[in-house]
């Protein structure tokens, strides 16, 4: 039995750097109090809560990672500078970073990001330790590392072919929206990449056009014209008539000016009064949020 539980143990250390957390042992059959006793005699020792490795196994920086990621409960990743290095993208760092949807105490030479927003198909093993995929790298490693790392990771990530910028919107466009600070530049990066601030108007309605389309919604009606008792009061770049619901498709990539964001606001106030739903999407909406317009185009149309 002594030997069976050794080679189960061996076998989980050596597929992570040579350490295993006490739940995989369990999921493997093994008990907390054999665990223990191994710890006691000496075979076995504590390197992170509820992590072990077996005594005299060399602790390398990949093995503290491993121990990092497997001593927290509940979802961690591998995350930022040190996700970099493991995707072969940056120097190693000097402290480990992981990222965890909870809390999680802070250990000595280990940053613990907290994200609410972590889910687990933002992760993927990258030699044996679970690892922030490219995509979510993209969105962690600006903040705190600023513009300059979020810059390097995409550049080099693609020149090794290891990064999709079009998953990599998708997935910053539907964690952005959910308040997350530092938003803004890495949405500015993956713009210019994809060449994305040389997309004219009309581009984007048939963009629009073709997400509706693949989404089999109603086709909408395009530039109608509003009226109110006979007066014009807008011409909408898609509309459904029947259900009063107005698509208005904002097209500037980062910034509009003052007298233009007035205009705008007094316009769709206009259209509001008549007694019509206005729905608004972005540039960056049509590019990088497709199933975030799907869902709101399909909930203005749902009668109420």
């Not at 061996?10 to 750097?17: G, K, S, V």
């Not at 390197?47 to 990621?69: K, Q």
Request: overall charge positive.
């Amino acid at each position: 039995m002594g030997r069976d539980t050794d080679r189960v143990l061996t076998r989980l250390a050596e597929t992570q750097h040579g350490v295993f957390a006490i739940g995989q042992a369990e999921e493997a059959g093994i008990s907390r109090d054999t665990i223990k006793h191994r710890v006691t005699t000496g075979r076995l020792t504590r390197c992170g809560p509820s992590v072990y490795r077996f005594a005299g196994t060399p602790v390398t920086w990949r093995g503290r990672v491993a121990a990092a990621v497997l001593s927290v409960k509940g979802l961690a990743a591998a995350s930022h500078l040190t996700a970099a290095h493991l995707w072969g993208v940056a120097d190693r760092p000097e402290r480990i970073e992981i990222v965890t949807a909870r809390s999680s105490l802070i250990r000595e030479g280990v940053i613990v990001h907290q994200s609410t927003d972590l889910q687990p198909g933002h992760t993927t093993k990258v030699d044996g330790i679970l690892t922030t995929s490219t995509a979510r790298t993209v969105a962690d490693i600006g903040v705190p590392h600023g513009i300059g790392a979020a810059a390097r990771f995409m550049d080099e990530g693609r020149r090794l072919g290891i990064l999709d910028l079009q998953e990599a919107a998708e997935l910053h466009h539907a964690i952005a929206r959910k308040g997350r600070n530092g938003a803004g530049p890495a949405r500015q990066l993956i713009a210019e990449r994809l060449k994305w601030n040389e997309i004219t108007e009309s581009q984007l309605e048939d963009r629009f056009l073709r997400i509706v389309q693949r989404a089999r919604l109603p086709r909408p009606v395009s530039q109608y014209w509003l009226k109110d008792n006979e007066v014009c009061v807008a011409r909408l770049d898609f509309a459904y008539p029947q259900q009063r619901v107005a698509i208005e498709l904002d097209g500037a990539a980062f910034h509009s000016d003052p007298a233009s964001f007035r205009r705008d606001r007094e316009r769709q106030n206009r259209i509001v009064l008549t007694g019509w739903k206005v729905l608004r999407f972005t540039w960056w909406d049509l590019l990088a949020g497709g199933a975030f317009v799907i869902d709101s185009v399909a909930e203005a149309l749902t009668p109420n």
